[in-house]
């Protein structure tokens, strides 16, 4: 194994980037609270594969959605499983988060030098909100379409712009198969990029501040 992984760092130098990841100084007074970013980290990383697993088989179109919900409930293997996990560990990635952000808050660590890691984290809480939204409408139930409705209805009532908003979202003036293409369309591309990115942004700035001492 020793060989094999010698080998394998003299292509692309693990080793010695990781040590310094393993030595870096933190703070003597933490506590559980600050494993509640990484808890959510957790949580995100558990729907996000689970989100990939279910793609095999979801199929994000007019006539099928229903359909193929009903499929993974009932004939894939363990497919009842990874929806459930999808669901839950989503659920669970937002109460953490909320968390997150309230010990963040108490602990008054939003000051300098951590203000745009605080400007980071608002945008990934957005993107957090969106995705679950988003993903609400999937399963294209009597439930997922009155919420969504409803939903993008309120963006709709926004002075001026809100008529073109609620056009943008909802592919048209009502929810239709178009709505479901690009819900599905930003729940599983463009909100995991934008999470990706704001993620790195997030990380990098704690990398280079480091987390902050009490709570
Ligand atoms: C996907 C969502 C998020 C993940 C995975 C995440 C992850 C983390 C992790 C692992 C840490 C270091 C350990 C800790 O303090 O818990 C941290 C620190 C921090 N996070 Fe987040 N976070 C998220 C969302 C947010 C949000 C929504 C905010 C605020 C609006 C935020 C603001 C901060 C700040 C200011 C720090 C530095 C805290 C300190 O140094 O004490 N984060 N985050």
């Not at 709505?179 to 369309?185: E, K």
Request: glycine share 8%; net charge positive; aromatic share 14%.
């Amino acid at each position: 194994m020793g060989i094999i992984f010698d080998w394998i760092d003299s292509k692309f130098n693990i080793k010695k980037p990781h040590k310094r990841f393993f030595k870096r100084v933190i703070p003597q007074k933490l506590s559980f609270f600050h494993c509640l970013g990484g808890i959510t980290f957790t949580f995100y990383l558990t729907s996000v594969i689970s989100g990939i697993l279910l793609s095999i088989h979801y199929i994000p179109s007019e006539t099928e959605a229903y359909a193929s919900i009903v499929h993974i409930q009932k004939d894939v293997l363990l497919g009842w499983l990874i929806r459930s996990v999808h669901k839950w560990s989503a659920t669970l990635f937002i109460v953490f988060i909320l968390l997150h952000t309230l010990r963040v808050f108490i602990s008054r660590a939003y000051r300098a030098p951590r203000e745009l890691n605080w400007i980071a984290g608002t945008l990934t809480l957005l993107i957090a909100f969106s995705s679950g939204f988003t993903g609400y409408l999937l399963p294209w139930d009597q439930k997922a379409y009155w919420a969504t409705e409803v939903g993008t209805a309120m963006s709709g009532t926004i002075p001026v712009i809100g008529e073109n908003i609620l056009l943008a979202i909802r592919g048209g003036s009502d929810i239709t198969g178009l709505t479901l293409i690009r819900f599905y369309s930003i729940h599983v591309l463009w909100l995991t990029i934008a999470m990706s990115i704001s993620l790195w942004i997030h990380f990098h700035i704690i990398k280079r501040n480091g987390i902050s001492g009490g709570m």
